[in-house]
């Protein structure tokens, strides 16, 4: 359980046309995400993220040309060159941190909004240069217009999250009038969309996720949207089909299948991409839609997991922006029900 994790801070000075300019950004440095390594302490995890950002501070600083062209090669050198780990994720981290600082420099200086710097492209961004199947679309092809006036917030209920508030220790109450329960959270913030964790053993989630449901329906949310996070706790596809299964067979069950919107990341990264998993992902992919996440280590992957039967993919601060503008120029490119989700 997560209590506490350090903030690592990046600031970073750019020189664009003769002036110097800063950039900032920061991230968590989450354990047990990046590498799900039992054999190393949180320390150890955090300690291997400050590593990750200093070799890519080694390959940006003192680099030259556009920021897409730095980002690439920085990216390369971290990932897959002199400066890699051997975890894609890992040292994707150290690549992103810069390359978010980078991106804020540049549009300080050129004193542009990030929407207005891409649709101008600033950046020099070509998707193309990364999948060969974008090519063509431009950074100003990406952007919604007009850009969208509000989004629908979706709330995380963890694993170990108190449900209701009979439910809630005193441990958990906390000096404030925060809500803790998921009851105190919906009838505060009017919350109806839900990004719910599964733990890989489908008895004990079926269970929660039918709990989780009823209270939802007690209190009243119309139109509820569910989505699913595994978070790679799933070793094989079958037991994810017996999932389905308990949800369908309780009365309970059919509303809040229809009411799922997709599964996350149910197979550890190692499986995910696997041809030996095709048929089987592809037939669990007629049930509901899936998409990958902690899988989503490289440039390659998404486009490899759309042949595989996928559909989604997350977007997330940790896996950088150029990653995130290339994916959605997949999703044009190929349609078919290609999606991204925010995280």
Known sequence: TLTEVPVLVCHLKVRIDGESVAGNSADLCVPKWFEKNLQKSVRDDVATLFASARRAATAFV???GSPFAIWHRAHRRCVDGDLASGIRLVDGFGVALLERAMIDATCRGQNLSFRDALSLNVFDFDPGA??????????????????PSQVLVRHTVGGL?????????PVLRGDDDHPVSLEADIRRFGLRAFKLKAGGAPDQDAKRLL?????????????????????????????????LDQLAADPDGPAFLDALAYLEQPL?????LAPSTQHEIEALAERIPLLIDEADDDLDAFPRALDLGYRGVSVKNCKGVFRALTNRALCLARGEGAFQTSE
Do not use: F, M, Q
Request: proline share 7%.
């Open 62 to 64: 003192g680099s030259g």
């Open 130 to 147: 990364l999948v060969s199947e974008t090519k063509g679309l431009s950074p100003r092809d990406l952007l919604a217009d007009p850009p």
């Open 161 to 169: 999250d108190a449900l209701r508030e009979a439910d809630v220790s």
């Open 211 to 243: 709990e989780i449901s009823r209270l939802v329906n007690e209190l009243g949310v119309v139109d509820p949207i569910y989505t699913l996070d595994a978070n790679e706790s799933y070793e094989r596809v079958a037991d994810i089909g017996a999932l």
């Open 268 to 272: 550890p990264r190692n499986l995910t």
